[in-house]
């Protein structure tokens, strides 16, 4: 079984759009983050949950909103989709008190046109 | 957070031992110091974690001087599925009670492995 698993792997989407990425834990982890990769390669956290509370809300607009339904699950929900969230999207998560081992899906390329 | 600075890209070949060294300055004393391999198309994968002194897994090794301001992470003989991006992270561990425990990730160390 993935530990980390995220949907879907790919997403094309139009410029405007509304669009989500589902991420899903069966480590039993207490916390969990999305990472956007760029095209510079550069990884950057944007949220990080911790037992469904949400912990870390970096720079990032407010189209982007996690959702965190249990603690099994991370959703990313984006409105308005421009060109420049065109990224690799990943999410990870980790046990609390050991927050620096983190374990990452396998990301969503997503691609606005 | 303490910001780590690596090599942008280094060249191996086969069998040889790979040392890869990270500065850490403003390395603080909470922040544990952690290792991480990212392949093309797939999300990072740790390797190895430290506090000081030396760790040793099946996969590597972590050397971490009394003054914790370096690392250097040692792959022996590599392959060339060795080849990847390597990012050395430094980060306090998330307490439960505080904004802390998120990764933060350099430019990384782009290994490539030639045969």
């Known amino acids: 079984d993935t530990a980390v698993s995220q949907t879907p792997k790919y997403l094309v989407t139009q410029m405007g759009n509304d669009k989500s990425i589902k991420c899903e834990q069966n480590?039993?982890?207490?916390?969990m983050y999305w990472y956007k990769q760029d095209s510079k390669k550069f990884l950057k956290i944007m949220f990080s949950?911790?037992?469904?509370?949400?912990?870390i809300n970096e720079t990032v607009p407010n189209r982007f909103s996690p959702k965190s339904p249990d603690k099994a699950h991370l959703n990313l929900h984006i409105n308005s989709l421009e060109l420049g969230d065109s990224a690799v999207y990943f999410c990870?998560?980790?046990?609390?008190?050991?927050?620096?081992?983190?374990?990452f899906g396998q990301g969503t390329r997503l691609t606005v046109v | 957070l303490a910001k780590t600075t690596q090599p942008i890209s280094m060249d191996s070949y086969e069998g040889q031992e790979v040392n890869i060294t990270c500065s850490h300055n403003?390395?603080?004393?909470?922040?544990?110091i952690t290792w991480y391999q990212q392949f093309p198309s797939q999300g990072p994968r740790f390797i190895i974690q430290?506090?000081?002194t030396k760790v040793t897994n099946e996969v590597a090794s972590l050397f971490i001087p009394a003054d914790r301001k370096s690392s250097t992470l040692s792959l022996p003989r590599v392959s060339l599925s060795d080849t990847a991006v390597y990012y050395c992270?430094?980060?306090?561990?998330?307490?439960?009670?505080?904004?802390?425990?998120?990764?933060?990730f350099g430019q990384g160390t782009t290994l490539q492995v030639k045969p």
């Open positions: 949950y911790n037992n469904k509370e949400l912990i």
């Open positions: 480590l039993g982890h207490d916390t």
């Open positions: 992270l430094v980060g306090d561990i998330y307490d439960g009670s505080s904004n802390t425990g998120k990764l933060i």
């Open positions: 990870a998560s980790s046990q609390e008190m050991l927050g620096t081992e983190a374990f």
């Open positions: 430290g506090y000081k």
């Open positions: 403003n390395i603080a004393t909470n922040d544990y």
